[in-house]
């Protein structure tokens, strides 16, 4: 049985048994890891209060191989999402950052780049960042850190440099000048604010774009394109990308009457 130890940010928990959880989680070394975390449900539990979505823990575990959970012995916490934790679209957006990243991340491989845009993503959101200006720019960059954002300088069809302006394919999987984005039906029209906000992404961190941010409207282009080619890559939603949508959507609606 191998002994491992390392810094952690958890991504999801869920029950197990009677008293013990399942903790997902990410390690710069390790990548994503699924443990066992006995007892964690009972009320004097080691581990209570230390499991908390998106907390950034030193966690040490066991391995064994052949087995697909590890096995959780301590956590440390290093850094608790207070801020986050504190209002219910806070808790939603925790959820679905950790939801993103599990489900794009890989079992057991070195993952020091996505470790390092979740960690800067959360920092950059307890201290008050806006919200959705953190969110689009965190899944634009895990999409394109998965492969499969396109690019937002050339039309892959004619060669032809995106300036004014680009379409994103029915697919998802490629953006297309205007002219070649003709002939494909059901194109995503993309302004040509929403492709210098992905080129800025790739100079400019969270906290530098965060003071000069995109308009709201730039923001919601960038939100649907990731959305489209999120969705044609999985054949499927993140579960709580539609419940953070939806209930911000009600939010929306009651403080408008």
């Known amino acids: 049985m191998k002994r491992c130890d390392a810094e952690a940010l958890v991504l999801e928990t869920a029950d197990l048994q009677e008293a013990d959880r399942v903790v997902v989680f990410l390690t710069r070394e390790h990548g994503k890891k699924r443990g066992a975390a006995r007892g964690a449900k009972r009320r004097f539990s080691r581990f209570a ?54 489900t794009f991340a890989q079992e057991g491989e070195p993952a020091e780049t996505v470790f390092r845009l979740l960690d800067s993503t959360v920092e950059a959101l307890e ?46 999987e490629s953006l297309l000048c205007r002219s070649c984005a003709r002939e494909n039906a059901g194109a995503l029209p993309v302004s040509s604010s929403a ?4 080129r800025r992404m790739g100079r400019e961190s969270l906290a530098r774009m965060a003071a000069d941010p995109p308009s709201r409207p730039v923001l919601a282009e960038a939100e649907e394109a990731a959305g ?30």
């Open 49 to 102: 209060g230390e499991l908390q979505p998106l907390a950034k823990v030193r966690a040490c575990w066991f391995e064994k191989e052949g087995r697909e959970l590890v096995r959780l012995s301590s956590v440390e916490l290093l850094r608790a999402p207070k801020r986050l934790g504190s209002t219910l679209e806070g808790i939603l957006a925790s959820a679905y950052l950790g939801e993103s990243v599990a």
């Open 127 to 172: 201290s008050g960042i806006d919200r959705e200006l953190a969110l689009r720019y965190f899944e634009s960059w895990l999409l394109r850190l998965a492969g499969i954002f396109p690019p937002p300088e050339g039309c892959p069809r004619c060669g032809r440099p995106l300036v004014e302006g680009a379409a994103l394919a029915a697919s998802g």
């Open 195 to 198: 492709l210098e906000f992905w």
């Open 228 to 257: 489209r080619i999120r969705r044609h890559f999985l054949q499927g939603e993140i579960r709580s990308y539609q419940v953070l949508r939806r209930t911000l959507a009600d939010l929306e609606e009651v403080e408008r009457r």
